[in-house]
């Protein structure tokens, strides 16, 4: 009986206070993360607070962003507390000694959801060698469009003086369709559904396709700063679960019904958008499982800066870039 008292007196509430102890230290310690959005879309992150995957977190919308380079230079400001953009964007970001590291996945190609170049119907480009002189709508200068498009020149066997004579042009992804149906632009590169949206309505033509140019790859992702990292590691770790799961949970689930679901947070948010969008959803369009970064994911614009001569040998690696370390869909990590 005295063992049993021992026992019951002594192992329990020790066994008691360590998981209490576990589960206090597995209890984020930031419940609202502010961020930007974009109009028309759902994030990932958007997806998972409503799915129920971030709880006991909560989002703060605080406007919409302009451009992932916008949106990443905000998170190292202090303005939000996480930002996405193109890979490429963060590795420029990490070079210029920005202390922030990728932390999942949100953007991508695969065979349904993927980005294309266009022209009108009746335009007399055919082919690459026809984009010389021409004005090229994209989202942002510099970013993924501007890559994707001057790595489709280049394989087409284009001299950099030639690329250097295409003129890429700036604007939002839900005005550059209209600039080119108006003859305001020679071709725009547009994304996803937007891409899909522009083919429904037709009078545009299709030139190329990122995934018909580098197959399925993940090619923006989520970010925070090593200081945020430091101080929140619980809070970054659900945000990253949360976001993972909302990823899959679109893989997994009927597309009726994540289009449903997309359009219903769209509508009640009451930001005045264009509902009609979402019904293009096709796929995820996220290269890996739950949103794990590949080290291709950012060595392929590694790579390109220093054969451009915009980062020299060394200068940045990718373990310097990303970590999967939160994402439970990490086989590394799900080994521990």
Do not use: C
């Amino acid at each position: 009986m005295t063992v049993i008292k021992r026992f019951i007196h002594g192992v329990l509430p020790a066994v008691a206070f360590a998981a209490s102890a576990t589960a206090h230290a597995q209890t984020p310690e930031k419940l609202e993360l502010r961020y930007q959005g974009w109009a028309s879309k759902v994030l990932y992150p958007e997806l998972a607070e409503d799915l129920g995957y971030l709880a006991p977190i909560r989002l703060k919308w605080v406007g919409n962003t302009i451009s992932g380079p916008q949106d990443i230079q905000a998170a190292v400001t202090g303005d939000v507390d996480f930002g996405g953009a193109f890979n490429g964007s963060i590795v420029k970001l990490v070079a210029a000694h920005a202390p922030v590291k990728a932390v999942v996945s949100y953007v991508g190609t695969d065979k349904d959801t993927n980005g294309g170049l266009f022209v009108v119907q009746d335009s007399a480009i055919k082919g690459p060698r026809d984009l010389i002189g021409k004005k090229i709508g994209v989202n942002t200068p510099g970013a993924y469009q501007q890559y994707l498009v001057t790595a489709y020149l280049q394989k087409s066997g284009l001299s950099k003086e030639e690329i250097d004579r295409v003129t890429f042009v700036p604007a939002p992804p839900v005005n550059l369709a209209q600039l080119l149906k108006q003859k305001q632009l020679d071709a725009v590169f547009l994304e996803d559904i937007i891409k899909d949206k522009l083919i429904a309505d037709g009078g545009a033509r299709l030139l190329t396709t990122d995934y018909a140019q580098f197959g399925s790859y993940g090619y923006a992702s989520y970010l925070f700063t090593d200081r945020f990292i430091a101080q929140n590691p619980q809070t970054v770790r659900k945000f990253v679960e949360g976001t993972a799961r909302a990823i899959e949970w679109t893989r997994t689930t009927p597309r009726d019904q994540v289009v449903a679901r997309l359009k219903k947070i769209v509508e009640a948010r009451r930001r005045n958008e264009d509902t009609s969008i979402v019904d293009y959803w096709k796929s995820p369009g996220v290269g890996g499982k739950g949103g794990v970064i590949a080290a291709e994911d950012f060595t392929t614009y590694i790579d390109w800066y220093v054969k451009n001569g915009v980062l020299k040998p060394g200068q940045v690696t990718p373990e310097a870039v990303y970590s999967n370390q939160f994402n439970p869909f990490n086989q590394a990590v799900a080994r521990n």
